[in-house]
C-alpha cells in the first residue's frame, strides 16, 4: 500500500488548521501542528472532508496514534 494523498486530502487539511485556528484541539498549543483524521482511510472519501479532520500538534498528534489520548468528544 502506497502513502498515497490526493490533492483534495491537502486542501482538507488547510481548511480544518485554518477553521481551529492552527491551534491544537487538546492542549492549545500552535507548535507543529498537523491534521489529524478523526476516521483513518477505512472507506474511499470519507477522510479528505475537513469535518473528518482536527488540528493536533505533533505531541498530541502522537499520544492519539498510541491510544493516550481520548479525543472522542470532537
Ligand atoms: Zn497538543
Ligand atoms: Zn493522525
Not at 502513502?3 to 480544518?16: F, L, M
Not at 474511499?44 to 500538534?57: H, R, V
Amino acid at each position: 500500500m502506497s502513502q498515497h494523498r490526493p490533492a483534495k486530502d491537502v486542501t482538507a487539511r488547510k481548511i480544518a488548521k485554518e477553521r481551529d485556528g492552527y491551534t491544537c484541539q487538546i492542549c492549545g498549543s500552535t507548535e507543529r501542528v498537523e491534521g489529524h483524521h478523526l476516521f483513518e482511510y477505512s472507506y474511499e472519501n470519507g477522510a479528505s472532508d475537513p469535518d473528518n479532520i482536527i488540528t493536533l500538534c505533533h505531541e498530541c498528534h502522537l499520544m492519539v496514534h498510541h491510544g493516550n489520548a481520548d479525543i472522542t468528544m470532537f
